[in-house]
C-alpha cells in the first residue's frame, strides 16, 4: 500500500484545478523518489509544506507565459511543481545526472504536461542555447555561483529567481562583485507566500542588464583601451 498524504487547505488554495496533478505528483515523490534516492525518507512527511507549497507560492513573481530554465532540477523542485501550477510557463528541466534527468521525463510524461522539456546538462555549459524570460533554481549553489551560471541563460531584462533560505541576504552581498562584472540591472530580496507557508518563502530576485557575454567583452575591451 502507498503512503497517504493528503493536501493541506493551503495546498487546495495555491494548485486550484491542479490539485490532482499536484497529489500525484506528491505521491511519485514519496514512492520512486525515496526508493531512487532523490529523495530523503524523512523528507516524506514535509512534501506539501517544504517543497511543493514552498515552490508553487514562486508563481506569485513569474511573469505571464514567461520562458523558464530551472537549473539543477533534482526531482523537479521548483520546475515540475511551476510547470503544474502555471501551464502558461515554457519550462526547461535542466540536470545534470542521468538517474534524475530519467525521473524528470517519467514525471513530465505521468502528469502530462505539454510545457516541459528535460533538458540533460551543466548550467555553465549550457549558455548559448538559451536567451529565456526567467531562470529558477533552488539548493543547487551559492549566489555568486549560481549568477555565473544563470545570467549567461537570460535575455537582457530577463531575471533570476534563486529560492534561498536564512542566508538569503548574506549571498547577495558576497555575490556583489560577480553582479557588478554583469552589469546587472537591479538585484533584491523578495518574499512570497504570506499566508501560504510559515515562513514566508525567500527569493533573491536578480535582472540581468544586457547580454552577460557583450557586457563581460566590452568591460574587458575599455579595460584595453585604458578606459574605466
Ligand atoms: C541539492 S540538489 C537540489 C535539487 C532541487 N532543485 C531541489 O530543490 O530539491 C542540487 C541539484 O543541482 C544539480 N546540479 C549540480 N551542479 C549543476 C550544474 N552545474 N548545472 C545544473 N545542475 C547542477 C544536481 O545534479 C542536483 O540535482
Known sequence: MGVSLPAPPEAREIFGDALPAA?????FLAEAGV??????PREVDRLWDRHLINCAVLAEVVPDRASVVDIGSGAGLPGIVLAIVRPDLSITLLEPLLRRTTFLTECVTMLDLPNVTVRRGRAEEVGREFSVDVVTARAVAPLDRLAR???PLLRPGGELLALKGERAAAELKEAGPVLDGFGIRTAELLQVGHGKVD????????????APQRAAASKRSKRRKGLK
Open 35 to 40: 526508493e531512487r534516492g532523490l529523495l530523503g
Open 23 to 27: 497529489e500525484r505528483y506528491v505521491q
Open 199 to 210: 515562513p514566508p518563502t525567500t527569493i533573491v530576485r536578480v535582472v540581468a542588464e544586457r
Open 149 to 151: 551560471w544563470a545570467l
